[in-house]
Each structure stands twice: as structure tokens, then as C-alpha cells.
Nanobody, 123 residues
């Protein structure tokens, strides 16, 4: 079983950048696929990107292409979501989650979740 703890987030002006961290404990992250989800106000979970056990990743949400990047630091047992050129519509609570196996965009496939991080993009 792996536990996830998130950090980062906050208030950012449009066009700015932010990095959200997802630190794992209890098990190495390279044994899991780690997904990033966003919950916008009044909406459910939206899959953004997912990084696989080999370090490759795929993007599910078209609106973040060219702006968001997922990476993993094995030594720190941490996965990062780098967000650039942020827009007001990117606002929401961002979650990392871990699962065994391949990529997935289904929240129900993920057994371990971070606590969520608020990201607000506003002038």
C-alpha cells in the first residue's frame, strides 16, 4: 500500500507557472502508474495526465497539451505536475492518485489518493 502527500498549489496570475508535488511513502512509485485529476467547482474528477511505471506519460485532457508536464524523481519518490501558461479555467483542486498496471483515466481504478491541492488562476 502506498500513501500520497501533496504540496504546492496556490494563487497564480494568468500566464504564470506552478508545480504541484506528490510524495509517496510505503512503497516506491515506480511500481505504480500515477494519475493527475482535476475537480473544478461543482464538477467531478477529470483525468489530466498519467505517468507509467517506466516513466512515460500520456495526456487525457486536450486543454493542457503543450502546457502541463508530468515527471518523476525516483530518488525523492515524488511525482510532479508542472503547469505553465496557466489560464483562469485551469482553476480547481488537483489530485494525484496511484494504481497498479497501465494508464487509466477512470478515478475508480485508483486505490490511493493524495489529499488534493487548490490551484487558483486569477488576476
Amino acid at each position: 500500500q502506498v500513501q500520497l502527500a501533496q504540496s504546492g498549489g496556490g494563487l497564480v496570475q494568468p500566464g504564470g507557472s506552478l508545480r504541484v508535488s506528490c510524495a509517496a511513502s510505503g512503497s516506491p512509485l515506480e511500481k505504480y502508474a500515477v494519475g493527475w485529476f482535476r475537480q473544478a467547482p461543482g464538477k467531478g474528477y477529470e483525468a489530466i495526465q498519467c505517468i507509467a511505471t517506466d516513466g512515460t506519460y500520456t495526456t487525457f485532457a486536450g486543454f493542457v497539451k503543450g502546457r502541463f508536464t508530468v515527471s518523476r524523481d525516483t530518488a525523492k519518490n515524488t511525482v510532479y505536475l508542472q503547469m505553465n501558461s496557466l489560464k483562469p479555467e485551469d482553476t480547481g483542486v488537483y489530485y494525484c492518485a496511484a494504481k497498479s498496471g497501465w494508464y487509466s483515466a477512470r478515478p475508480s481504478d485508483f486505490g490511493s489518493w493524495g489529499q488534493g491541492t487548490q490551484v487558483t488562476v486569477s488576476s
